[in-house]
């Protein structure tokens, strides 16, 4: 049973995205991180630390599953955007044709590959892996971002506020929401975790939907916006200056 938190400019959905989704319209950007199989560690010698070190990262070289598939809920995400709406989804090296390969097949028309250098490092045997890749597409007709002077790398450190073992910093997904929308647009993302998009879309003035299927990250998500409400500054160790943020 799908349940429903109102948190100020954001509604939270503890759900499948591909239940939700349906009954979502009018979004203007859609920005989130989806889940996909990866290599848990590339059999390295050494071991993983910080977030990999929980059970699913056993650094054991084995596939890290997923049950779900870009194609399932793309075409899902699409419908729920305005007509004219930019699209980011992360993916790291090994996933990326597949995410953008669904984008184009459920009507998303491509701009650009973004990369984010995170300043740490995942275990390898073949060159430690230290970036994560955006496309950055449309919906419609195309917008030209807000900071002309962007660049495709963005150099943005990784802080863990929470446990979660892919969570992203605050700061890169506020710089793709305030690049492609305008105060008081509504920003979607079908797999929020602990709701990092949503205090980059609170912080930016801009209204929130997010959805998660994980009870346990979705109450992590709640606290953390309730807590955001009562104290704008209390993640700002996760937030990095705009003339801090890196771009080569």
Known sequence: MTRVETIGAATLYLAD???VLPRI???KVLCSDPPYRL???GKYTGEMGGVFAVEVYDNDGGIVDCDIEFSDWMPLAFAALADDADAYVMANDKN?????NAMLNAGFKFHNL???DKGTATPNRWYMKNLEFTIYSWKGRARGITDKGA??????PQVDVTLHPTEKPVALMKHYITNSTDAGA???DPFMGTGTTGVAA???GRAFIGIESSEKWFDVACERLSRWGERPDLFRADNVKSDDMGQA
């Open 17 to 19: 995205c591909r239940d």
């Open 25 to 27: 319209r009018g979004a």
């Open 39 to 41: 290599t848990a560690g």
């Open 96 to 100: 990326q044709n597949a995410a953008q």
């Open 114 to 116: 973004l990369v984010w």
């Open 151 to 156: 660049k495709q790398l963005i150099r943005c």
């Open 186 to 188: 509504t920003v979607l």
């Open 202 to 204: 609170l912080e930016s």
